[in-house]
């Protein structure tokens, strides 16, 4: 079985722009979720989205945004971005709820100038 | 508040000693309790869980944890560290969500 899958790898973007994630997860997962890290801060959760509604949120402002589509992957959207937005973004699946393991994938870098 | 304490930053250990990696949570619930592993420039590969049972958890790569709830610990061991190892390690709560709460992490350098 395939991965949790994340394109792009890598991302440089300036402030004020806006970017776009996005996150296949593993064939038959219906749970995504979204995760940055940064030296500072470590692991934080974003979101997670299931059966394309979101169902958990964490503590980040609103110019963080995801969505899921019917076929369980998953985008994240950041607007406006901050020179304290540059991370590494990472996305979990898993097969349901919180018995079931999230797996991660490799993540995506995003640098901000 | 829930959180995760990983009070060691940075460790080092000889190739074939053993390890330890101290984990301290704090959950109002029944935790579900995981260690993860990252190389550097990678995602997080899990090591282990705990859910509920045997307190003694087998993982991949030799790996053991014990959940004890007296302590609020779930420690890391390893029998015979091998140069491979050498990674970042992070413990991770969670309950009735998906959602996970990460240590700041426990950074393993092996000598030879």
């Known amino acids: 079985k395939a991965g949790v899958t994340q394109t792009p790898r890598y991302l440089i973007k300036t402030r004020g722009q806006q970017v776009t994630l996005s996150c296949s997860p593993i064939?038959?997962?219906?749970?995504v979720s979204w995760y940055q890290q940064t030296p500072g801060q470590g692991l934080q959760f974003l979101f997670e989205?299931?059966?394309?509604?979101?169902?958990n949120k964490g503590n980040f402002p609103g110019r963080f945004s995801g969505r899921q589509f019917s076929n369980s992957r998953s985008e994240m959207n950041v607007s406006t971005l901050e020179l304290g937005d540059s991370a590494l973004y990472l996305c979990?699946?898993?097969?349901?709820?919180?018995?079931?393991?999230?797996?991660f994938g490799p993540g995506t870098r995003l640098t901000v100038l | 508040a829930q959180s995760v304490t990983q009070p060691d930053i940075h460790i080092t250990v000889s190739e074939g000693a053993s390890l330890e990696l101290r984990c301290n949570y704090s959950?109002?619930?029944?935790?579900?309790l995981f260690w993860y592993v990252q190389s550097p420039g990678q995602g997080l590969q899990l090591l282990l869980k705990y859910f509920s049972g045997d307190t003694l958890v087998q993982g991949i790569k030799g790996f053991e944890a014990e959940f004890k709830r007296s302590q609020s610990s779930f420690n890391l061991r390893k029998p015979s560290v091998h140069w491979s190892d050498a990674a970042e390690y992070f413990c991770?709560?969670?309950?009735?969500?998906?959602?996970?709460?990460f240590g700041t992490g426990t950074l393993l350098a092996v000598q030879p």
């Open positions: 064939s038959g997962h219906r749970s």
């Open positions: 959950y109002g619930a029944t935790p579900y």
């Open positions: 989205y299931f059966s394309e509604t979101q169902r």
């Open positions: 991770a709560v969670g309950g009735r969500t998906n959602k996970l709460i």
């Open positions: 979990a699946s898993s097969l349901e709820g919180p018995g079931d393991t999230q797996y």
